[in-house]
């Protein structure tokens, strides 16, 4: 796998490595010692999956407190979307820095999300599938939220949002 932090401390781009033969691929998207070795979360407890039927969807942004708090491992498995992570925590040199990197079926890359992080992404195509494995399970107690158009992160999605739930719409601004 090929790691590329981003300009948020514990953020990847992870890319898998494709060993190609007469028959196609074959490539790791998950590797224990990998993630240990890139001081990553290797803990995985939860595995889900989303499906948006349209394009222009927003799901986020999201994040869980305390012994709940969780890294993320965000797959694209069918269309595309443009994934989004947001440094909340406090101490950080990034915090209220966001970073969006384009998730596709066709380029097989992921982002890794760490925890104190708030997560979400808009689909910039109709029937699109995201694959997710967490370091924790889902809490609803934890679980918190972030307006996606919240000013004071600032973030610039590449298109128009067109369906979002009334939770993620509702979210309190960060402040």
């Known amino acids: 796998m090929i790691f ?3 300009r948020i401390p514990g953020v990847f ?3 898998p490595e494709l060993l190609t033969d007469e028959r196609g691929f074959f490539a790791r998207t998950w590797c224990q010692k990998e993630f240990e070795a890139h001081k990553l979360n290797p803990r995985l407890v939860q595995c889900s999956i989303s499906f948006s039927k349209r394009k222009g969807t927003l799901r986020g942004m999201h994040y869980q407190v305390g012994e709940h708090a969780e890294a993320k491992l965000v797959r694209c498995t069918k269309g595309s979307i443009c994934d989004t992570a947001i440094d909340i925590r406090r101490e950080s040199p990034t915090f209220k820095s966001w970073v969006a990197v384009v998730l596709s079926a066709q380029e097989r890359n992921m982002l890794y999300v ?3 992080c708030a997560h979400g992404f808009l689909t910039l195509e109709d029937e699109t599938e995201v694959f997710y494995q ?3 399970a889902y809490n609803l107690e ?3 939220g972030v307006r996606w158009d919240d000013p004071a992160f600032r973030i610039s999605w590449p298109g ?3 369906v979002i739930s009334e939770r993620d719409r509702t979210y309190p601004n960060f402040e």
């Open 13 to 15: 781009e992870i890319r």
């Open 142 to 144: 934890s679980a918190r």
């Open 114 to 116: 760490p925890e104190g």
């Open 4 to 6: 590329r932090e981003t």
């Open 134 to 136: 967490m370091s924790e």
């Open 160 to 162: 128009k949002v067109e």
